[in-house]
């Protein structure tokens, strides 16, 4: 059997893939340059601080965690990951994805604070915790453009059903993980019957007969580039190259339409042609 075959993904598309990752460092920059400029031009030093200090923090770890991730696990990679390397990636994972829901909740506070949404110092206005891009009530506060682009089916549907679902097992239940292996149906079998026998044998403390079974079954398989987290969920396993590409594709229009449209009252000049 051919390694290509042994791949989840095409060779054509694995280069697209590691490609792309290569070239979001252009976006990245161009993206942080995007930032200062707004950052500088804003009243507000509490929306100064969550532009400056945390969404562009967060992307600095966004692009980090992609090329962690690439590094570790590239596309093509068709032996399966070591333990270490595993577990580097899924904390890479980890770090992406809390970042992700934080770009998110960073730009809704601080357009709040720009735009004295929100209550301080006495004055009328909503709690820090209600000024969620992806709250409806909020929503209805913000600058219409802004609004028309978080209330599309696709990013309302990317943020319910990825992104804060994934945060929200992260952060409460059973967090993300990548799959030390797949198996074909061969070795599925076969896993499934060392199980059995390692069963039998434990109680027995065959332990040379043990070590053998398991040496034999942790050698069985390929690597496994998916994450989930719960299938008591009916969690959907997905492919972790593409989606954190897609992930950060996302979070940079997210961007680019919010500080566009920064200000309730209208664009915001200096981003208005991002």
């Known amino acids: 059997m051919s390694n290509e075959s042994r791949t989840h993904y095409t060779i054509e598309a694995a280069g697209e893939m590691k490609q792309e990752a290569d070239d979001l460092r252009f976006k990245y920059y161009k993206l942080t340059m995007a930032l200062q400029s707004l950052s500088a031009r804003l009243k507000s030093d509490r929306a100064r601080e969550l532009m400056q200090h945390g969404v562009s923090r967060r992307l600095m770890l966004l692009h980090r965690c992609v090329d962690i991730i690439f590094d570790l696990f590239p596309p093509d990679r068709v032996d399966k990951l070591t333990d270490d390397d595993r577990l580097n990636v899924e904390i890479a994972l980890h770090a992406f994805l809390i970042n992700v829901y934080g ?11 720009e735009n004295e949404l929100i209550a301080v110092n006495g004055k009328d206005g909503i709690h820090p915790n209600n000024a969620n891009l992806f709250k409806a009530g909020y929503q ?34 059973v967090p ?31 332990y040379d007969e043990i070590e053998k079974l398991q040496e034999r079954q942790r050698s069985l398989g390929r690597s496994n580039p998916l994450f989930v987290h719960s299938f008591s969920e009916n969690a959907v396993p997905l492919y972790l190259h593409p989606q954190v590409l897609a992930d950060f594709n996302t979070i940079e229009q997210l961007l680019n339409i919010a500080m566009k449209n920064f200000l309730v009252s209208g664009p915001s000049e200096d981003t208005a042609e991002i």
């Open 103 to 113: 770009v998110i909740e960073n730009t809704g506070l601080a357009i709040g604070y």
């Open 176 to 206: 993300p993980y990548v799959p030390p292996s797949a198996l074909n149906d061969d070795e599925a079998r076969e896993f499934s019957e060392i199980d059995r026998k390692l069963q039998q044998l434990f109680p027995q403390h065959k």
């Open 140 to 173: 209805k506060l913000l600058n219409p453009a802004l609004r028309e682009y978080l209330t599309t089916t696709e990013i309302r549907s990317w943020y319910k059903d990825y992104a804060k679902n994934y945060r929200d097992a992260f952060a409460h239940r």
